[in-house]
């Protein structure tokens, strides 16, 4: 199925959950916030989070700095 991640188009295989995206995205145990069609999904319930065809997804990365 299609989702829009960060705002380009990519397949993820159905069914999908955001903890799945994660691993797929190479992003496993990094320090971000998502959001799907504006709504923030607490981490608690990322593999819980099913996905939909043509969710918008949005992650985004805690970057430290000084």
């Given at each position: ?7 380009q ?25 998502i ?10 319930q ?21």
């Amino acid at each position: 199925m299609q989702i829009i991640l960060n705002g380009q188009i990519i397949e993820v295989p159905q069914p999908c959950n955001l903890a799945d995206l994660l691993a797929q995205q190479q992003l496993t145990g990094r320090r971000l916030a998502i959001e799907v069609n504006q709504e923030l999904v607490p981490r608690s319930q990322f593999a819980d989070y099913q996905l939909a065809a043509n969710d918008r997804v949005e992650i985004i990365q805690a970057v430290g700095g000084g």
